[in-house]
């Protein structure tokens, strides 16, 4: 005789979890007091007016040389113009005349004002040239203040990040199983 015989089951589970994560975001002791130390050096700096006085480190030390150099060709061309003056009135026959000492104290007088104007003008080049470059240092330290606050206030932005965050998160899931079985047996 043969038997046979069986059975199954099938369940349903359902699951549901919720899960915390938690996220700490901090700066390091070293890197936070490295963070502050910056900020207490930079803090406060403003701008900085551009001082007169610093033009002076600027100017050339061979300015006064220039400035003998070409006052001694101006004493050359002024000798020149003055030994030809005298050959003019020598050719003139003017050696007692009135206009004579007209003209010599014309041509001093002009030379005078030549070697003045020479001197201002070198003097003027110079300072000019040393107010430039020294205008040009200060808007450097300027900007090079500017670039360290700038750079401060995105290392700032770090402490925003720095604390703790919590995520909370939910998952479900679903499973089924079955089971079935089978048996049998044969007699005979």
Do not use: C, H, W
Not at 69 to 80: L, N
Not at 97 to 118: F, K, P, T, V
Not at 130 to 152: D, F, H, T, V
């Amino acid at each position: 005789m043969a038997s046979i015989g069986g059975s199954g089951s099938k369940s349903k589970t359902r699951e549901s979890a919720t899960k915390n994560q938690v996220q700490t975001n901090t700066l390091s002791d070293r890197a936070a007091g490295m963070l502050n130390q910056g900020i207490s050096d930079v803090q406060g700096m403003s701008y900085g007016r551009f001082d007169p006085a610093s033009i002076g480190q600027y100017q050339s030390p061979y300015t006064q040389n220039v400035i003998d150099a070409s006052i001694g060709q101006a004493d050359q061309r002024d000798a020149m113009a003055r030994a030809q003056q005298q050959s003019d009135f020598a050719k003139a026959g003017a050696f007692g005349d009135n206009r004579r000492g007209i003209y010599e104290a014309e041509l001093a007088g002009n030379q005078s004002r030549d070697r003045a104007s020479l001197i201002a003008g070198l003097n003027d080049k110079a300072y000019t040239d040393a107010r430039g470059i020294a205008q040009g240092e200060n808007q450097n330290q300027n900007q090079y203040a500017l670039a360290l606050q700038q750079l401060l206030n995105q290392l700032r932005g770090g402490f925003a990040n720095e604390g703790t965050q919590t995520l909370d998160g939910r998952s479900t899931g679903k499973s089924t199983t079955t089971n079935l079985s089978l048996s049998g047996s044969y007699g005979g």
